[in-house]
């Protein structure tokens, strides 16, 4: 398959491991923020691959893990009212709320609909006129746009039974929170490709000069991870901060200049809580008042729940790289995927599921 | 001017609820859709049941209902998937498939046509398969009740003297082999499903198996174990074969056998083909020492062309099936959660 195979090619993989293996002299922590990254390390077992003193630590990219518990409590409560569909990508459909997920509010009857698009969505809207149709949008840079662009139709062709419950959360933000927090061990990123593809790196070069790390933009495939983790590796035992790009083929420094436009202008900053790190400032987007009146939180009136967390789940260390999900102590008892506490367990990118799909006994 | 009543309709285009009721429309379903196709000399008796010798050693039997969603797909429609589906948890068993029984849920306006089409599938998968439909039932439900269609097929096997073929016989040192490409039917499934289009339709894989293993246990006739990966795919068909005898599994990721365009898919939707339905193949655990005489007679059968040795038993951690990847580590190959897809079969 082109585009893939020659970067999941042994041969080129083995080279990549072998110069890292060379040059990486002292112990350095890097962490790969996005949790499609983390998905790729483990199912490639890369982190068995390098050497010792070079160790990763995963990062907040799971837009799933990091959705707050409030938001879920929120749709649950949406998709219980009647004459209403709910839409959303089928990974949030197992995320546990307090006391339920999505699919046990589907089986007691609850519309509840897995989308493989925003734009999906809206054509259920055009199609049940009769029913509200919500769009549980989620996730980081790379959904906004889609997201901002569902909304910007609904609003063109005056779509009034369209809305979005929004929780995007942005990663620049979030990179500050665990570089200035007291346990960070973080010294070099891998960049998340497919956000950068979006925004660009131009906006890491403020973070990466601020607290003089590496950042490496970096995709997905074993060659691609591998070629990021050698570039953090040479400019740490170099003493070099700055961004390098090791995603040229998807990412440049501009991004996606078009899809920036329409985030921008559906969207704006603000504050947002994370599930189990808590609020970060300026590091989420909401509806602009423009187009307040696609906004499910309000259309609803759903904002006042807000609901505490399991203590039992520790999601919030894992997501700032300061726990191994194996070193918790929930994790394979109380805290399976079939059991989950925390969402970094249900979703295909949480950093837990990885662990416990992948590695959760030695080999 | 004549008189004359009106009377009842009898000639339909669809379905209808007395189709179900057992009067004059049942017996028109019968004569017009079923027995045209099905015909047999068990079928002709119209007795309540089918009567037959048994033969020599131990009956095999199973049952499986289908609700497959569309009902018509590329390869395949719930017709012939129900008869593959059936004469392959026979033949996995180490049976003959011989004969088998179809009962029909029918939902209310699901157009004669179609269920003409699927019988005439069911018949021609039941003759390619060498088996009988010997008996069947029908039944018809209001409009919503179900979804067009739903199949329920039960099958019945011959399993010959001395022949232990079972989930329980996995050794250290065993071979794992599989029969071909994985994850087409799924994808089919899925592809059609969500209107995704490529440049090539995937084409489900509905196939009986039963004569591939016929020449397979001739060739090796001391096969440990044998299962279709069906729902769950590979991963959970192997991860049980490895709980149930205690043993692991190991296998190797660059052999697997993955069609392009299924890989294709697997990547854009971000699903493991490992994971994915399959409806004719077969996955078996034989003895090292039998590996090459069984390899060679599945890759001469045309459902086993593209067979291949993808792994062997250990006797390290039992229950677990792992992989080895290309580039030298490993991972866990986990028993699915749950179903990525409801309706596949």
Redesign the interface.
């Known amino acids: 398959?082109k585009y893939?195979d020659e970067f999941?090619d042994?041969a080129r993989?083995?080279a990549l491991l072998d110069r890292i293996r060379q040059i990486a002299r002292r112990e350095w922590t890097i962490m790969e923020i996005c949790g499609g990254q983390t998905h790729s390390i483990?199912?490639?077992?890369?982190d068995?691959?390098l050497p010792p003193n070079v160790r990763l630590v995963h990062g907040p990219g799971c837009p799933v893990c990091v959705t707050p518990l409030e938001t879920i409590e929120r749709a649950l409560a949406i998709a219980a009212m009647p004459n209403v569909i709910l839409t959303s990508f089928g990974d949030m459909l197992r995320v546990p709320g307090s006391q339920k997920d999505l699919f046990m509010a589907r089986s007691e009857g609850a519309d509840v609909r897995i989308v493989?698009s925003p734009l999906e969505a809206l054509q259920i809207a055009r199609d049940n006129p009769d029913k509200e149709v919500v769009f549980l949008a989620v996730g980081f840079e790379t959904t906004a746009p889609a997201n901002a662009m569902a909304v910007r139709q609904a609003a063109r062709e005056g779509l009034p039974n369209f809305s979005e419950l929004v929780s995007q959360v942005m990663v620049p933000p979030a990179m500050r929170a665990i570089l200035s927090s007291p346990g960070n061990r973080v010294q070099g990123f891998l960049a998340a490709g497919h956000v950068c593809a979006i925004m660009g790196y131009e906006e890491y070069e403020p973070v990466a000069a601020e607290f003089g790390v590496p950042v490496v933009p970096a995709g997905f495939e074993?060659v691609d991870l591998l070629d990021g983790i050698l570039k953090v590796v040479e400019m740490l035992e170099e003493g070099r901060s700055g961004v390098v790009n090791a995603y040229g083929r998807v990412v440049s420094r501009e991004g996606n200049p078009e899809a920036r436009r329409v985030m921008q202008e559906v969207f704006e900053v603000a504050d947002r809580p994370w599930r189990g790190i808590g609020v970060i400032p300026a590091s989420g987007l909401v509806l602009r008042r423009e187009y307040d009146i696609f906004d499910a939180e309000k259309r609803f009136d759903v904002s006042h729940i807000a609901p505490q967390e399991s203590p039992l789940c520790k999601s919030g260390e894992v997501l700032q790289g300061h726990l191994k999900p194996s070193d918790c102590p929930a994790f394979g008892r109380e805290c399976t995927?079939?059991t989950p506490l925390g969402a970094t367990m249900v979703s295909?990118e949480g950093a837990c599921a990885a662990y416990?799909?992948?590695?959760?006994?030695p080999? | 001017m004549q008189l004359s009543c009106p009377a009842p309709i009898l000639r339909h285009e669809t379905v209808q609820m007395a189709h179900g009721a057992g009067g004059r429309l049942s017996q028109e379903l019968t004569a017009r859709v079923f027995m045209p196709r099905l015909r047999n000399a068990f079928l002709e008796q119209l007795d309540d049941q089918a009567r037959f010798e048994a033969e020599p050693g131990r009956i095999a039997f199973t049952t499986d209902t289908y609700v497959v969603s569309p009902i018509f797909f590329p390869g395949g429609n719930i017709g012939d998937l129900a008869v593959n589906g059936t004469v392959n948890d026979l033949a996995v068993g180490g049976a003959v498939p011989c004969y088998l029984s179809a009962g029909f849920v029918l939902e209310e306006g699901l157009p004669l046509a179609d269920l003409e089409r699927i019988v005439e599938s069911m018949a021609e998968a039941a003759r390619k398969a060498g088996v009988l439909i010997v008996c069947g039932d029908t039944k018809v439900v209001q409009k919503g009740q179900c979804d067009r269609i739903f199949i329920n097929t039960s099958g019945v096997g011959f399993i010959p003297p001395g022949r232990d073929v079972s989930c329980r016989n996995l050794r250290p040192g065993d071979a794992v082999i599989l029969s071909g490409a994985i994850g087409d039917h799924g994808m089919a499934i899925l592809t059609t499903r969500?209107g995704l289009s490529f440049q090539s339709r995937i084409q489900s894989d509905s196939a009986a198996l039963n004569s591939l293993i016929a020449d397979l246990l001739h060739a090796a006739p001391n096969v440990h174990a044998m299962r279709d990966p069906t729902r769950g795919g590979v991963a959970a068909t192997l991860n049980e074969l490895a709980s149930s005898s205690s043993v692991g599994i190991e296998l190797d990721e660059a052999v697997i056998p993955v069609r392009?365009e299924v890989?294709?898919a697997s990547?854009l939707l971000?699903i493991d083909p490992l994971t994915v339905a399959n409806e004719g193949k077969v996955l078996i655990v034989v003895p090292a020492a039998e590996a090459a005489e069984a390899l060679a007679a599945m890759q001469a059968h045309e459902h086993g062309k593209e067979a291949a040795i993808i792994g062997k038993v250990v006797k390290e951690?039992p229950g677990?099936v792992?992989m080895r990847?290309?580039?030298?580590?490993?991972?866990?190959v986990?028993m699915p959660?749950g179903e990525q897809l409801p309706r596949i079969c």
Do not use: C, D, W
């Not at chain 1, 483990?42 to 890369?46: E, L």
């Open positions: 398959m893939i999941r042994p993989a083995r483990m199912r490639n077992g890369i068995q691959l493989f074993p995927p079939q295909s416990y799909r992948y590695h959760r006994k080999l | 969500e392009e890989r294709g990547e971000g951690h677990m792992v990847t290309p580039f030298g580590s490993g991972r866990i986990e959660l």
